[in-house]
């Protein structure tokens, strides 16, 4: 079989700015994700069980149900109810729910391994429960829970490849209009492959280089 990538050399530019789509797409999901999961990991560590109940349907409704169809319902649904976005902001936003459950019971696992021991020292030290969370608590838990939150990154990356069915040109977008276009489908997704492969492989790099930064024993 004849392999030929001179397709590259004309739609370079395409298939890279379908990369940098994805990249932003992948790192604004990642803060927002993130930000929700924790705040919902707080809610169900919480003492109030109207908090508890409410992080715990929120976790089980979005790790119960395909992310296509969570995406569909706010590219469809949404406007249905008069909330209209754009399908990139559409994507970013489905993208951060959906990670936001791995995120949260990541984060809480982080939260219930930090010992007793810290609370006790903490309150010898005069500190309030809040300060006690912010200055010690979350530290610490955030700390344990790194490795698995990038390998809750690295998956959102990979998901991120569904945003094609909304119109959104990033990678995977890109790659089927190329494909059509050239018809070459073999080789352009070889290469696009290749392209989640390096953008998984940086960030697992980097992630553990900051994990020895900031190893901990607790």
Known sequence: MYLNFRFLGKYANQLLAGVGMTIVISLASMILGFLIGLLVAVMRRSQNKALQTAGTIWVEFLRNTPFLVQLFFCFFG????????????????????????????????????????????????????????RYIVMPISLRVAFKPLTSNFINLILTSSVAFSITVSELMGVSKTVAAKTSQPFEVYIMIMLSYCVLTFSLSFLAKYIDRKIALSL
Do not use: H
Not at 85 to 105: F, M, R, V, W, Y
Not at 118 to 123: D, M, S
């Open 78 to 133: 949404l406007p249905q109810l008069g909330i209209r976005t754009d399908p990139i902001i559409t994507a970013i936003l489905a993208l951060s729910l959906n990670s936001s459950a791995g995120n949260c019971e990541v984060i809480r696992s982080g939260l219930m391994a930090v010992k007793k021991g810290y609370y006790e020292c903490a309150g010898a030290l005069g500190l309030t429960s809040a300060e006690t969370f």
